[in-house]
């Protein structure tokens, strides 16, 4: 009997439990279904773009791509192993929230981070005017003026004549509330108005000035006007429109 079993190969049997490593795990699902939608929005830089792309897609070829909550990337176990992905969980919260953050004290962790206000106001103030000027009206964003191959800059806001594309005004926003205009802001609208050929230009600031502006240097004439950011926003806007196309009402 020995023998019989001896010249026969060993089938052995060993009952085990174990854990099989893979990629598609929960974790890498949540990072992926985050990717995913910001992708789906388009709301980034063409400097983001590629690095999102490629990490979306490298995912991709190795998770389940499933939809997740905001809810899911909260109250998850961490440990030694898979400690590095609570603050990328951190971050995929925000993103499927879909919401910017609140003054308000939250019970949950989050990364901190700043908030561009100078920018954020000058885009808030360009897509309000898109949205409200009247016809024959338009806007131009950010517009590039090349004083040479090297020497170059953007005026903030250039609102223009749609029929005749003629300079109206030019608007220079300033997230800040000082008592009078500084002289260099001053001299920068300046500038911006002789380089279009435009009479009039405007300084936009989030609230009211001890010592507001009204001059006239040679035939341009500078202001400082309001869209207050405090109250009604939609009545703040529409009072700042009246005063503008009033500046404007000789294109």
Partial sequence: DRLLYIQKPWDIKLNCHYDEHTSDIEDNQIIAWTLH???????????V??????AYHALQNLVTLQPYSARDCIGRNYNRLNQNYQRLHALCRFFLEHSGPSHKTGSNTMLPFLVNMAKLYERFVAEWLKSHLPSGFGVKILEKVNIDKTLYFYID???????????????????????????????????????????EAVLVYPAP?????????????????????????EEAGQLFLKKLTGLSAEC
């Fill in 157 to 199: 806001l250039v609102l223009y004549e749609v029929a005749t594309e003629k300079t109206c005004c030019i608007l220079d926003t300033k997230y800040k509330i000082p008592i009078s205009p500084s002289r260099e802001d001053f001299n920068q609208v300046v500038i911006y108005a002789i380089t279009q050929d435009c009479q």
């Fill in 209 to 233: 000035l001890t010592q507001p502006l009204d001059v006239k240097i040679r035939d341009i004439r500078v202001r400082s006007l309001t869209f207050s950011l405090d109250g009604n926003l």
């Fill in 49 to 54: 773009s590629p690095m999102l792309r490629q």
């Fill in 37 to 47: 939608c910001i992708c789906r929005t388009g709301l980034y830089s063409a400097k």
